[in-house]
């Protein structure tokens, strides 16, 4: 705690020394990582701190964007986290990326401490429905139903400040949104430089997009300046991770520009600092550019070794000489030939459903520790309403022996109103794999409850898994109390490092009523109806007309033939029969039906 406020005090006067008309700074980083199996990990952070005295409004904002300065304003938050993310991330073979998220859209916020509940109940929904604008995403489906409010999980990261009680937590997942260039937009939009300067630049739809996994991040939080908490700090960092698969790239060596389809300009002229960071800890690359500075870190009894590419610096020499674009290009030294298999990470799990037919199943959370020894979790899992679990059915497997829960914590889900919130306290034995199980039942909706595509199935979100690791290997996260990317260097924390893994989201195909039913039927009606119209139509409208001596006049072209033609009598009375055939036949003619 008292490191914390050392910091906070410390960042205070730095920034009020070379600061002294605007109070907030901005800072861009980007972390680049060969992963083991020839994937290539991006992290991109943008941080913005302002400083904010007891007098300044919220409303009057420099770099922090105005929308996002106003959600702390009218909803009373102290901290908000928002993600958008499509792919799993694989932690068997990536380790553990900067910052976790769960497929889908994802969000919770921590609101000022009341007693008034349904007070802050209306102010999710505001916010909710005001981010669903904001970034052009389905939050706005976000209501009880599918809100929870997890008691171990999620822990607030900001301070607690004087007088205060705890913050009331507020979460909620939707699984099924499916991100895209509509919610980068903007999310880049939020940037002091807006989409078209520095490292954002980058990020173009195209690649981002074509890649095995990203995710798009807002955090945002309220931090006490001083020690006395008389100033406010807002911290907001948007983020994105993503991963890309270099064999679509054609080979192991690879670019920035190759990745991101471009190079960098230069960097975002409000910001303070700009810096490029590859990982080359596995040496077996060849980096074309030279670093600035290469960074040494040893943060847990994990070593780790980047280049450091300054942007503005490169801009300055740049700006001498003639224009390019900053790029760094790796080579890679391996025999291609050659499988690397990367050892696993200390703790990774799998989410599965089991069981057959449509009537019981079981929903299974698989965990394994490598480390070698035991780790303490909380698993938390969110079940939505149509998912009734059976709680006595929980089952915590170790081979062939049972664990018991250190605790447990079990909000029951009513239907249509609220989920299934399960909370439960394990302790996993070292170099072991544990199988968490539930049974649910299958149920039937009302038919309005199914979306568009009914037999598409439903989605139940991932789990998420917490824990204090006591080692840092294969974790790249930034400490609690810190804000930039730089801040994770040599940052050994003693009580452990706080990790998160999300589960992979499951489908779930309940039983759907024949939704084609009802269409069948009214293709069948209407054919009928359309196959009996005509005729009853016909019938109905027919008039007969007698067309007498008129039918029986011969027309001009034949008057003309017949004056020109030398004719027998055997052939005039052929005629005659002709005509008399060709006058009932007009006769039909004048019958027929004039529906046509
Ligand atoms: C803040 O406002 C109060 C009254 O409105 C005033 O007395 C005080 O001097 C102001 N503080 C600063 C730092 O401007
Ligand atoms: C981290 O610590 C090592 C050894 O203590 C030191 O050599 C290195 O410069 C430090 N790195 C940073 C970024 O401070
Ligand atoms: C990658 O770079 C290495 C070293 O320069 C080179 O030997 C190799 O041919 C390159 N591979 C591809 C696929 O371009
Ligand atoms: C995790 O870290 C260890 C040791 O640093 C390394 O050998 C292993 O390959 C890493 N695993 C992953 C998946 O990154």
């Given amino acids: 705690m008292w490191r914390f406020v050392l910091?906070?005090?410390?960042?205070?006067?730095?920034?009020?020394?070379?600061?002294?008309?605007?109070?907030?700074?901005?800072?861009?980083?980007?972390?680049?990582?060969?992963?083991?199996?020839?994937?290539?990990?991006?992290?991109?952070q943008f941080t913005t701190r302002w400083e904010l005295g007891k007098n300044d409004s919220l409303l009057h904002t420099n770099l922090v964007s105005r929308p996002l300065a106003e959600l702390f304003h009218h909803f009373?938050?102290?901290?908000?986290?928002?993600?958008?993310?499509?792919?799993?991330?694989?932690?068997?073979?990536?380790?553990y990326p900067v910052t976790d998220a769960g497929p889908g859209a994802e969000v919770w916020a921590w609101f000022d401490p009341t007693a008034d509940r349904a007070s802050v109940d209306r102010r999710w929904k505001m916010l909710c429905g005001t981010l669903s604008g904001l970034f052009c995403a389905s939050l706005s489906f976000i209501d009880q139903s599918n809100t929870f409010e997890p008691a171990y999980s999620l822990r607030?990261?900001?301070?607690?400040?004087?007088?205060?009680?705890?913050?009331?937590?507020?979460?909620?997942?939707?699984?099924?949104?499916?991100?895209c260039t509509e919610n980068l937009t903007p999310w880049a939009k939020l940037l002091p430089c807006r989409s078209r300067e520095g490292m954002v630049s980058l990020l173009v739809p195209d690649s981002v997009y074509a890649s095995n996994y990203h995710s798009l991040g807002v955090h945002m939080r309220k931090l006490c300046a001083d020690a006395h908490c008389s100033e406010f700090q807002l911290?907001?960092?948007?983020?994105?991770?993503?991963?890309?698969?270099?064999?679509?790239?054609?080979?192991?060596?690879?670019?920035?520009?190759?990745l991101f389809g471009q190079g960098m300009d230069g960097s975002c002229a409000l910001a303070s600092t700009s810096n490029v960071y590859v990982d080359v800890t596995d040496n077996t690359y060849d980096v074309s550019q030279k670093p600035d500075e290469t960074i040494q870190s040893v943060r847990g009894g994990a070593r780790t070794e980047?280049?450091?590419?300054?942007?503005?610096?490169?801009?300055?020499?740049?700006?001498?000489?003639?224009?390019?674009?900053?790029?760094?290009?790796?080579?890679?030294?391996?025999d291609p030939n050659v499988v690397i298999v990367a050892g696993p990470p200390p703790i990774s799990a799998k989410r599965f459903i089991?069981?057959?037919?449509?009537?019981?199943?079981?929903?299974?959370?698989?965990?394994?520790?490598?480390?070698?020894?035991?780790?303490?979790?909380?698993?938390?899992?969110n079940i939505p309403w149509f998912v009734p679990i059976y709680l006595h059915t929980l089952t915590v497997r170790h081979g062939e022996g049972k664990i018991k829960p250190a605790f447990m914590h079990y909000t029951p889900g009513v239907q249509r109103e609220r989920p299934y919130g399960l909370e439960v306290g394990l302790r996993i034995p070292p170099r072991a794999t544990v199988e968490l199980s539930i049974d649910f039942d299958y149920i039937f909706l009302k038919w309005q409850e199914?979306?568009?595509?009914?037999?598409?199935?439903?989605?139940?979100?991932?789990?998420?898994?917490?824990?204090?690791?006591?080692s840092a290997r294969n974790y790249t996260s930034v400490p609690?109390?810190?804000?930039?990317?730089?801040?994770?260097?040599?940052?050994?924390?003693?009580?452990?490092?706080?990790?998160?893994?999300?589960?992979?989201?499951?489908?779930l195909t309940l039983p759907t009523p024949d939704f084609s039913m009802p269409y069948n039927v009214i293709c069948l009606a209407c054919t009928v109806v359309a196959l009996a119209f005509g005729p009853i139509h016909n019938i109905s409208t027919k008039r007969i007309v007698a067309k007498g001596k008129e039918a029986a006049k011969a027309s001009l072209s034949e008057k003309v033939k017949q004056f020109f033609r030398i004719t027998s009598d055997e052939e005039r009375e052929q005629e005659e029969e002709q005509r008399a055939k060709e006058a009932a036949a007009t006769a039909e003619d004048l019958n027929a039906p004039d529906t046509e």
């Fill in 76 to 95: 009373g938050v102290q901290e908000l986290r928002l993600s958008f993310t499509y792919g799993l991330w694989r932690y068997e073979r990536w380790g």
């Fill in 7 to 44: 910091y906070s005090v410390l960042a205070l006067s730095v920034l009020q020394g070379s600061f002294a008309q605007f109070s907030d700074v901005f800072d861009e980083e980007l972390f680049i990582k060969p992963l083991p199996d020839r994937f290539v990990y991006s992290y991109f």
């Fill in 450 to 470: 199914y979306p568009p595509d009914a037999n598409h199935g439903h989605y139940i979100p991932s789990s998420i898994i917490s824990l204090l690791l006591p």
């Fill in 306 to 334: 980047l280049h450091r590419y300054d942007v503005k610096h490169f801009e300055m020499v740049m700006a001498k000489g003639r224009r390019a674009l900053f790029n760094v290009a790796v080579m890679d030294k391996r």
């Fill in 156 to 179: 607030p990261q900001t301070h607690h400040f004087p007088g205060q009680g705890e913050p009331i937590l507020r979460y909620a997942a939707l699984p099924r949104e499916i991100v």
């Fill in 480 to 507: 609690r109390e810190a804000s930039l990317f730089r801040e994770s260097f040599n940052a050994t924390q003693l009580s452990g490092y706080f990790l998160q893994l999300r589960t992979e989201s499951l489908l």
């Fill in 354 to 381: 089991l069981g057959v037919g449509q009537e019981r199943g079981k929903i299974v959370t698989q965990i394994t520790n490598n480390h070698w020894g035991p780790l303490d979790l909380v698993v938390f899992e």
């Fill in 235 to 258: 911290e907001v960092k948007q983020t994105v991770n993503v991963v890309q698969d270099l064999r679509l790239f054609g080979g192991p060596n690879w670019s920035i520009r190759k």
